[in-house]
């Protein structure tokens, strides 16, 4: 029941925020808006996505890959490559090509954390979130070093990268990634019974047949892929991950992939719709959509680990 | 490190200290009593050196309370909330009392500071776990969370960019006449060094402390009062520099073992000698400018950090 | 010395200490016996004044215990607890001087370091004196803590568990020094013990609790006997009188078989 809610809400918030306040201006304010949509549901896709899976590979539910730094990995490298190549880069890699080139680092830092998953198994998993957590600040730090070494201009695109945002994204884009999400969303969906299986645990997963290995690898290339879209798309989300997951556990109510991700995609678009609403009619734009989703997610992560209470 | 080998260290670090910097000066310059050489000694580079060694000393001290009050090692105030808590307190005191001078912030920046480490302590203790690392987790999410609140009360009040300039870490604002709060850090560190036994036995927890007669909850308490007098003269005067009051203590516990009594002065000198590290390199890497300590400290404790992790959680 | 008078404690519905009233002997070794789950460990934390009862009184020496400073009871009464999560990084000599907190609040005069050394000799710590905790086995740890329980020389020590997860020899170290204690020093000591013969052999009086309650008590031939173990335990005992003490014997099947 709770579910039909769920799907129903879903166009009446997408309804809202495309037509609400927008003095049915077909010509210019909707189509900004529907452009902006369509960023909202990539990357809403993409979060509810990785997200859970990574959860289901790791083997709990506190972990998320923007906590263990693939966010960060990749402001860092959106700030180095400004240096290097000037606000020029833009033009000269085209957003194709920062794209093209993100997924790549996406695609190593995943390689590099699998091979880590694959020898400690499921290990201590606070472990890894503290090192997933205070390498994002090291990221960070490292980041705000090299804004300072760039000029005023190049520091204000740097600046507006870490937030998370809807406004950036030019319809091009959103295109593009949303047919390279499309194809993601397919590879998953179809694999849905493999994700159960892997949610056994590596020991069982083999027992039964699957080949561990190479499913977590390409699992793990996915969820590059998917962060780097969203992460270019909409900029770093930090703990919503987190959130998106376990609102879609407890809602789903089965263990079962194929039911949990769409309600997980489900919940991760309401959720930035919901902010976004909030943010232009309750608030006026007297607070930001970046701001609103840390807040809620960050105490929901934390009264998640104060109530886990160590046992996860 | 025998007993000679470090303070000369920190006194060899203190004089680069004061030679390096901005404008150029030089030996010489001084000898001749030339105005403009003492002028930059004394309005900026010896209250700089003051406020570093004051700043390294006070929040390597306050990681050492924090670790012996919630029993683990990796608590300091960037992990525990009080750091951003202090932040969160000199935004509201902007806005509620725009008047008040550095001593009115201060105020607000320690009670805010105190309230949060009170109820992250309280929080911790009422879950029992010996997990060494999920404390300092809650306490970075903890600290988030009042990051988040704290951006949605700068967001509102129109002073966000600001707050992220002025609240990092920064030694270049210290000038003369305008840091000496960071003084109150004296007492502070005096008073820690009598305590120290108290400290330790509060380190055994609370059954042991009781048994040996320490009233547990007041020493406690006066531990949280000192960290948070500590990181709110910090964050006026310098701003947010994380990791210090964590790394350091670990360090020094490795080599010499958590007798305090033994160890606090060590632990000082170690801290301050780390900040003072720190600043140099911020301010050779990129002369004439500089590196904040807030990106220094946070880049070279950061990794210091993510190496004690990854060592001590075998 | 402590005498305890209606001492009542529950968490929520559960009733944990149900009106107990007894008297501990002085200069003796009081071991408390009994299931788990009986109170006994509630009961010792009530005297080291780390659990507050909800009704009742406690004296020591006639004198109400919650009306005594934190620091003077300190003098007077030492409690060592199982210690599960201690990472403190102290050498043993270090953990040793921590006993002395109580006197010297930390400046160790010289007679403090007397104590303490005659504290490590007591145990035969010597040749560990400078060696950190986290280096020693268990067994070395629960000695090294003993030996700060003993240099606050207290005229009480009350020791909850000290022989858990301890191997043989050491256990036996440990219950020796206890013995001497009490005959060499003349000191009241009281412990919660599992095991039933260190309890028999070690002690001079003997609590045995159940439900809260206080079930028997009294010397060793009172308490160790076939049907009073029986009725506390639910096991079938044989004792064994030998030339060294005696020995309780509920390992065997034929004892189990004797129940049903």
């Given at each position: 029941?709770?579910?039909?809610?769920?799907?129903?809400?879903?166009?009446?918030?997408?309804?809202?925020?495309?037509?609400?306040?927008?003095?049915?201006?077909?010509?210019?304010?909707?189509?900004?808006?529907?452009?902006?949509?369509?960023?909202?549901?990539?990357?809403?896709?993409?979060?509810?996505?990785?997200?859970?899976?990574?959860?289901?590979?790791?083997?709990?539910?506190?972990?998320?890959?923007?906590?263990?730094g693939?966010?960060?990995?990749?402001?860092?490298?959106?700030?180095?490559?400004v240096?290097?190549?000037?606000?020029?880069?833009?033009?000269?890699?085209?957003?194709?090509?920062?794209?093209?080139?993100?997924i790549?680092?996406?695609?190593?830092?995943?390689?590099?954390l699998?091979?880590?998953?694959?020898?400690?198994?499921?290990?201590?998993?606070?472990?890894?979130?503290?090192?997933?957590?205070?390498?994002?600040?090291?990221?960070?730090?490292?980041?705000?070093?090299?804004?300072?070494?760039?000029?005023?201009?190049?520091?204000?695109?740097?600046?507006?990268?870490?937030?998370?945002?809807?406004?950036?994204?030019q319809?091009?884009?959103?295109?593009?990634?949303?047919?390279?999400?499309?194809?993601?969303?397919l590879?998953?969906?179809?694999g849905?019974?493999?994700?159960?299986?892997?949610?056994?645990?590596r020991?069982?997963?083999?027992?039964?047949?699957?080949?561990?290995?190479?499913c977590?690898?390409?699992?793990?290339?996915?969820?590059?892929?998917l962060?780097a879209?969203?992460?270019?798309?909409?900029?770093?989300?930090?703990?919503?991950?987190?959130?998106?997951?376990?609102?879609?556990?407890?809602?789903?109510?089965?263990?079962?992939?194929?039911?949990?991700?769409?309600?997980?995609?489900?919940?991760a678009?309401?959720?930035?719709?919901?902010?976004?609403?909030?943010?232009?009619?309750?608030?006026?734009?007297?607070?930001?959509?970046?701001?609103?989703?840390?807040?809620?997610?960050?105490?929901?992560?934390?009264?998640?680990?104060?109530?886990?209470?160590?046992?996860? | 490190?025998?007993?000679v080998?470090?303070?000369?260290?920190?006194?060899?670090?203190?004089?680069?200290?004061?030679?390096?910097?901005?404008?150029?000066?030089?030996?010489?310059?001084?000898?001749?009593?030339?105005?403009?050489?003492?002028?930059?000694?004394?309005?900026?580079?010896?209250?700089?050196?003051?406020?570093?060694?004051?700043?390294?000393?006070?929040?390597?001290?306050?990681?050492?309370?924090?670790?012996?009050?919630?029993?683990?090692?990796?608590?300091?105030?960037?992990?525990?909330?009080?750091?951003?808590?202090?932040?969160?307190?000199?935004?509201?005191a902007?806005?509620?009392?725009?008047?008040?001078?550095?001593?009115?912030?201060?105020?607000?920046?320690?009670?805010?500071?105190?309230?949060?480490?009170?109820?992250?302590?309280?929080?911790?203790?009422?879950?029992?776990?010996?997990?060494?690392?999920?404390?300092?987790?809650?306490?970075?999410?903890?600290?988030?969370?009042?990051?988040?609140?704290?951006?949605?009360y700068?967001?509102?009040?129109?002073?966000?960019?600001s707050?992220?300039?002025?609240?990092?870490?920064?030694?270049?604002?210290?000038?003369?006449?305008?840091?000496?709060?960071?003084?109150?850090i004296?007492?502070?560190?005096?008073?820690?060094?009598?305590?120290a036994?108290?400290?330790?036995?509060?380190?055994?927890?609370?059954?042991?402390?009781?048994?040996?007669?320490?009233?547990?909850?007041?020493?406690?308490?006066?531990?949280?009062?000192?960290v948070?007098?500590?990181?709110?003269?910090?964050?006026?005067?310098?701003?947010?520099?994380?990791?210090?009051?964590?790394v350091?203590?670990?360090?020094?516990?490795?080599?010499?073992?958590?007798?305090?009594?033994?160890?606090?002065?060590?632990?000082?000198?170690?801290?301050?000698?780390?900040?003072?590290?720190?600043?140099?390199?911020?301010?050779?890497?990129?002369?004439?400018?500089?590196?904040?300590?807030?990106?220094?400290?946070?880049?070279?404790?950061?990794?210091?950090?993510?190496?004690?992790?990854?060592?001590?959680?075998? | 010395m402590?005498?305890l008078?209606?001492?009542?404690?529950?968490?929520?519905?559960?009733?944990?200490?149900?009106?107990?009233?007894?008297?501990?002997?002085?200069g003796?070794?009081?071991?408390?016996?009994?299931?788990?789950?009986?109170?006994?460990?509630?009961l010792?934390?009530?005297?080291?004044?780390?659990?507050?009862a909800?009704?009742?009184?406690?004296?020591l020496?006639?004198?109400?215990?919650?009306?005594i400073?934190?620091?003077?009871?300190?003098?007077?009464?030492?409690?060592?607890?199982?210690?599960?999560?201690?990472?403190?990084?102290?050498?043993?000599?270090?953990l040793?001087?921590?006993?002395?907190?109580?006197?010297?609040?930390?400046?160790?005069?010289?007679?403090?370091?007397?104590?303490?050394?005659?504290?490590?000799?007591?145990?035969?710590?010597?040749?560990?004196?400078?060696?950190?905790?986290?280096?020693?086995?268990?067994?070395q740890?629960?000695?090294?803590?003993?030996?700060?329980?003993?240099?606050?020389?207290?005229?009480?020590?009350?020791?909850?568990?000290?022989?858990?997860?301890?191997?043989m020899?050491?256990?036996?170290?440990?219950?020796?020094?206890?013995?001497?204690?009490?005959?060499?020093q003349?000191?009241?000591?009281?412990?919660?013990?599992?095991?039933?013969?260190?309890?028999?052999?070690?002690?001079?009086?003997?609590?045995?609790?159940?439900?809260?309650?206080v079930?028997?008590?009294?010397?060793?031939?009172?308490v160790v006997?076939?049907?009073?173990?029986?009725?506390?335990?639910?096991l079938?005992?044989?004792?064994?009188?030998?030339?060294?003490?005696?020995?309780?014997?509920y390992?065997?099947?034929?004892?189990?078989?004797?129940?049903?």
């Open positions: 029941m709770m579910r039909r809610v769920a799907w129903l809400l879903l166009p009446a918030l997408a309804l809202a925020f495309l037509l609400l306040g927008s003095g049915m201006d077909f010509s210019y304010v909707i189509p900004k808006r529907l452009v902006r949509l369509g960023a909202i549901v990539v990357a809403g896709v993409c979060i509810a996505l990785s997200s859970v899976i990574f959860q289901t590979l790791a083997g709990n539910r506190v972990l998320t890959p923007a906590i263990m693939y966010e960060g990995i990749y402001l860092l490298f959106q700030a180095l490559l240096l290097w190549l000037g606000t020029a880069s833009v033009a000269l890699l085209g957003a194709q090509g920062n794209a093209l080139l993100s790549a680092l996406m695609l190593g830092y995943s390689w590099l699998q091979r880590w998953l694959l020898r400690e198994g499921r290990g201590d998993v606070y472990r890894l979130l503290l090192l997933g957590l205070v390498l994002t600040m090291v990221l960070g730090t490292f980041t705000q070093f090299i804004q300072l070494k760039t000029s005023p201009g190049e520091f204000s695109i740097l600046q507006s990268l870490g937030y998370t945002s809807f406004n950036r994204a319809p091009a884009q959103v295109l593009y990634s949303g047919l390279l999400v499309a194809a993601v969303a590879l998953v969906a179809r849905t019974r493999v994700l159960d299986v892997l949610a056994l645990g020991d069982q997963a083999i027992a039964l047949g699957l080949d561990h290995g190479r977590l690898r390409l699992q793990m290339a996915l969820i590059a892929v962060v879209v969203s992460t270019s798309l909409v900029g770093p989300t930090a703990f919503m991950g987190v959130f998106v997951a376990n609102i879609a556990y407890a809602l789903a109510r089965s263990a079962q992939h194929q039911v949990i991700l769409p309600l997980a995609c489900a919940v678009i309401g959720m930035f719709l919901l902010a976004q609403l909030l943010v232009e009619h309750l608030f006026n734009y007297r607070t930001s959509v970046s701001i609103l989703v840390n807040l809620v997610c960050g105490a929901y992560f934390l009264a998640l680990m104060v109530r886990t209470r160590g046992t996860p | 490190m025998s007993r080998l470090l303070p000369t260290l920190l006194l060899l670090l203190c004089g680069v200290s004061l030679m390096v910097g901005a404008s150029q000066m030089s030996w010489s310059a001084l000898w001749s009593a030339s105005d403009d050489a003492w002028l930059t000694l004394t309005a900026s580079r010896l209250p700089r050196l003051a406020a570093l060694v004051l700043t390294g000393v006070g929040l390597s001290i306050c990681g050492v309370i924090l670790q012996q009050i919630v029993r683990n090692r990796f608590v300091e105030p960037a992990t525990c909330g009080g750091l951003d808590a202090a932040k969160l307190g000199i935004l509201v902007l806005t509620v009392l725009p008047g008040a001078g550095a001593s009115g912030r201060m105020l607000f920046a320690l009670v805010f500071c105190l309230l949060a480490s009170l109820v992250y302590v309280a929080i911790i203790r009422r879950i029992r776990f010996t997990n060494l690392v999920l404390v300092p987790v809650i306490g970075l999410m903890y600290g988030s969370l009042l990051s988040a609140i704290a951006e949605f700068a967001y509102r009040h129109n002073i966000l960019q707050m992220q300039g002025w609240l990092l870490g920064d030694f270049s604002r210290v000038i003369e006449g305008n840091y000496e709060i960071i003084y109150l004296l007492p502070i560190v005096v008073l820690t060094y009598l305590y036994q108290r400290f330790t036995v509060l380190g055994m927890g609370e059954g042991m402390a009781t048994s040996l007669g320490l009233n547990y909850a007041a020493t406690a308490i006066l531990g949280l009062v000192l948070a007098v500590t990181v709110s003269a910090t964050v006026i005067t310098v701003g947010a520099t994380p990791f210090v009051g964590l350091v203590p670990n360090l020094v516990a490795l080599r010499y073992g958590e007798n305090l009594k033994r160890t606090l002065p060590i632990v000082a000198m170690c801290g301050a000698a780390l900040l003072l590290a720190c600043d140099i390199l911020g301010r050779l890497l990129i002369h004439p400018y500089e590196v904040p300590i807030g990106l220094t400290a946070g880049s070279v404790g950061g990794v210091l950090f993510l190496l004690l992790i990854l060592w001590k959680c075998k | 402590i005498t008078e209606h001492l009542y404690k529950a968490y929520g519905e559960k009733t944990v200490l149900d009106n107990v009233s007894l008297a501990f002997p002085a003796q070794v009081t071991s408390l016996i009994g299931p788990n789950g009986a109170g006994k460990s509630t010792l934390m009530c005297i080291a004044r780390l659990l507050p909800n009704r009742g009184r406690i004296l020496d006639g004198q109400d215990i919650g009306r400073a934190i620091a003077d009871y300190a003098r007077r009464v030492a409690t060592l607890r199982q210690v599960l999560d201690f990472n403190l990084r102290l050498t043993v000599e270090e040793v001087a921590f006993g002395r907190f109580p006197y010297s609040r930390g400046l160790l005069t010289a007679d403090d370091q007397q104590v303490i050394d005659e504290s490590l000799d007591f145990l035969g710590l010597q040749p560990l004196r400078g060696a950190y905790l986290d280096e020693l086995s268990g067994g740890r629960q000695m090294a803590f003993l030996a700060m329980t003993i240099a606050q020389r207290t005229d009480l020590l009350l020791l909850d568990e000290p022989l858990n997860n301890l191997d020899k050491h256990a036996v170290q440990i219950m020796q020094a206890i013995r001497r204690l009490c005959d060499e003349g000191r009241t000591v009281i412990l919660v013990v599992h095991d039933i013969n260190f309890a028999a052999n070690y002690s001079d009086h003997i609590v045995a609790m159940k439900g809260g309650a079930h028997s008590h009294g010397p060793i031939a009172e006997t076939q049907a009073n173990l029986r009725a506390l335990f639910g079938a005992f044989e004792i064994l009188p030998s030339a060294h003490g005696f020995v309780c014997n390992f065997n099947p034929s004892l189990s078989r004797e129940l049903v």
